[in-house]
């Protein structure tokens, strides 16, 4: 199958819209609807309903696009590998980390971790928490930066530390002015937005569970790919969603943020396999360590732990 047919595929999918997707590829939209009409006549199926508005997926659909995007990843985590062993024989670091993260400091911790160790190829992946654990099994990565527990024999987990979740409304809805905490109360009826989509379980669990456990049904009206779209969708008045809080940094002219005062967090996970005493391994433990004290943040007693 060709993975340029994939690709469209699943632009179009993500979008709803053969224009939006035409323009997110750099491509036409005849060309485009014609190597969706390629791709279906291949598999001789229909993939897309286009009686609807927006598009929607047939249930031939749902299934390819599930699987595309799990071929994909793949293709583009082979690539970035690749590259590298092409590029250079030294050392190499593999870190797979979820989207969230970035905002969670750890940008700092690699631009330290490569200062520490400049002749070590590090190479990150985003993946998210699933993919990281088979990821950690195949060799393909050696440690991973996550948010969801998993109990895995063959993984080694350490909760960095715990971030607090807070509400994100657009600028012009009722509750986004004010300094004190809201309560999940105040926005049991609001339409809400959760990421990611797929695979679960994911962060969005972690919010279904919080509504939940106060006795609260959410009411999802979208269900975001990732978190920039599910940020993008609070921002164009489709609802609100429950945030980490490291992530208004990175958006604040056209969200608004309130606390909440019922207590909600999110751990920061690192996952590596058990035994591993790489010293690239060692070296990262040792300037997470380091970067979280001069930042206030408590050092987990288990990062530094020897029987690793």
């Known amino acids: ?18 224009n939006r997707a035409a323009n997110r590829l750099h ?11 390629q791709l279906e006549a291949q598999l001789g199926a229909p993939l897309i309903d286009r009686s609807k508005r927006p598009l929607e997926l047939t249930s031939v659909g749902h299934l390819l696009y599930v ?41 700092e911790l690699i631009r330290e971790f490569r200062k520490e160790a ?37 993984t080694r987990r350490v909760i960095l530390r715990h971030e607090k979740m807070i509400a994100a409304f657009p600028l012009s809805h009722p509750l986004a002015h004010g300094d004190a905490p809201i309560s999940l ?25 919080l509504f ?13 790919r ?22 208004r940094r990175a958006r604040s002219h056209d969200v608004a943020f309130r606390e909440l005062v019922e207590p909600a967090t999110s751990p920061i996970i690192m996952s590596h396999r058990p035994g591993d005493r790489s010293p690239e391994l060692a070296l990262l433990r040792t300037v997470i360590a380091r970067k979280y004290q001069d930042w206030g943040y408590e050092v987990p007693v288990s990062l530094m732990a020897d029987d690793v």
């Open 118 to 154: 400049p002749n070590i190829d590090l190479v990150l992946v985003e993946s998210t928490t699933l993919d990281q654990i088979a990821a950690l099994q195949d060799g393909r990565i050696d440690v991973g930066f996550g948010r969801i527990r998993f109990e895995n024999p063959a």
């Open 27 to 37: 491509v036409a939209q005849p060309p485009l609807s014609r190597a969706i009409q």
């Open 185 to 209: 109360q105040d926005i049991a009826e609001e339409p809400q937005i959760i990421y990611p989509r797929s695979p679960r379980p994911s962060y969005a669990d972690q919010v279904i569970s």
């Open 1 to 18: 199958m060709d993975l340029r047919l994939l690709r469209y595929f699943v632009a179009v999918a993500d979008e709803r819209n053969f």
């Open 212 to 224: 939940r456990d106060h006795a609260i049904e959410p009411r999802i009206v979208h269900e975001a």
């Open 67 to 107: 699987q595309a995007l799990q071929i994909l990843a793949r293709i583009e985590d082979l690539e970035a590998m690749m590259k590298v062993a092409t590029l250079s024989e030294r050392r190499r670091f593999v870190i797979g980390f979820v989207a969230s993260t970035i905002y969670a400091r750890l940008p």
């Open 226 to 247: 990732e978190l920039q779209i599910a940020i993008g969708l609070v921002a164009a008045e489709e609802g609100m969603a429950i945030i980490p809080d490291s992530v």
